[in-house]
């Protein structure tokens, strides 16, 4: 692959962040962000995503049909670099854009791909995914939610958890099982829910890091019309899979930049730590030897999503290879913002809110969300399987 922007990707680049420093909202592109919170919050980021979107910037790949742009897949790349780079805000629908979208331009039917997939690129509704259950995660083919044929539809009863946005979302990728007489990949359909409904309870769980972005759904006798079932009924799972793959295949590139981003400031952290005995931090032997690890990480992050994004390129699907970005992205970013409370030493107790905390305790919160990085889009565990099975071809592990 040719990591050069040809001259056409290379003026994209150069408007695209002509209009970033233009229209970045106001205390954004930096450390640290004025992100409002509450209520506020919404609304400011539904804004934001309009504007991305009147600019030409979402759905740069999808069909003009449906709102997009029909732009080359390398553009959408430099997009998400750019915008990790300049620390902007993301777009409100990161499951719209990133999985649901992509799923309902593949299986959907042209009412559902009219309906849904330009109020979703202009952030105008915002979309949840109900996946995981209490007692189905990994093993996403033993979910319980059951949905029973009602007339042209369905009546959905059940428990969904861990569902991101679903305190904000208007619509919600379901999927429930319609028969339980085969085996557990079989007799699952794909749903698009609508959150509104009756029937449906959304529960927000708060989070190490003190926020509650992930919720529980309770679904109690939810109708859902016939026409938003996705592909076949019964043949749910194929479906899923497709929402899976892009969920990590999106992770890339926005990651690799923000990863750079993010060790910038650690060095910087580095360099601005008092180390005891004199000097600062970025003077100590064993720091920089982290560093140096962590520097040459972030750059083999870099050139494993290139490799990714190059066979999607060929492919036009996104392919196992991007759970190797997901594994080594979640492992580096613990241990990167783990370097950073080393870093700090006795100041690392200090959490935000305390005076004396450094940056107003970022690295604590960065820390502490990275926890569920290893578990989120797939756990380590599970994608060390498919890296050994479907990309190193080793033999099956059950
Ligand atoms: C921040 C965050 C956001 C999330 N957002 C969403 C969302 O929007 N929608 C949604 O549906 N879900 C979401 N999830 C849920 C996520 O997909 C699941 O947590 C994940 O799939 C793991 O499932 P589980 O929690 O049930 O753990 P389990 O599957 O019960 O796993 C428990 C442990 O056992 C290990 N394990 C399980 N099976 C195997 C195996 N075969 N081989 C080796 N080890 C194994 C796992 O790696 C893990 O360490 C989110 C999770 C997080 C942390």
Redesign the pocket.
Known sequence: MDFRDTPEEAAFRSRLRTWLDENLPEGWGRPGNDEPRGPERLAFLKDWSRRLYEAGYIGITWPKRYGGYEAPLSHQAIFLEELGKAEAPEHVGV?GLGMAGPTILAHGTEEQKDRFLRPMLAGEEVW?????EPG?????ASLQTKAVPDGDGFRVSGQ??????AHIADSCILLARTDGSGSKHEGLTYFLMDMHATGVEVRPIR?ITGDAE?NEIFMDDVRIPGDMVVGQVGQGWAVAITTLMNERANIGFMLSSRMGLAFRRLADLAAATGRPGGGTMADDPLTRDRLARIWAEVQALRFTIYRSFSAFLKTGMPGPEGSIAKLAWSDLNQRLTKTALDIEGAFAVLGAGSDRSIADGRWQTLQLRSR?NS????????LR?IVAERVLGLPR??
């Open positions: 499951i949840c995914q109900g996946f995981s189905a995660g990994s093993d996403l969904k958890v861990w569902s991101s946005f989070q992930f569920g578990i989120e889009g797939g756990t380590s565990e599970i399987s592990s059950r």
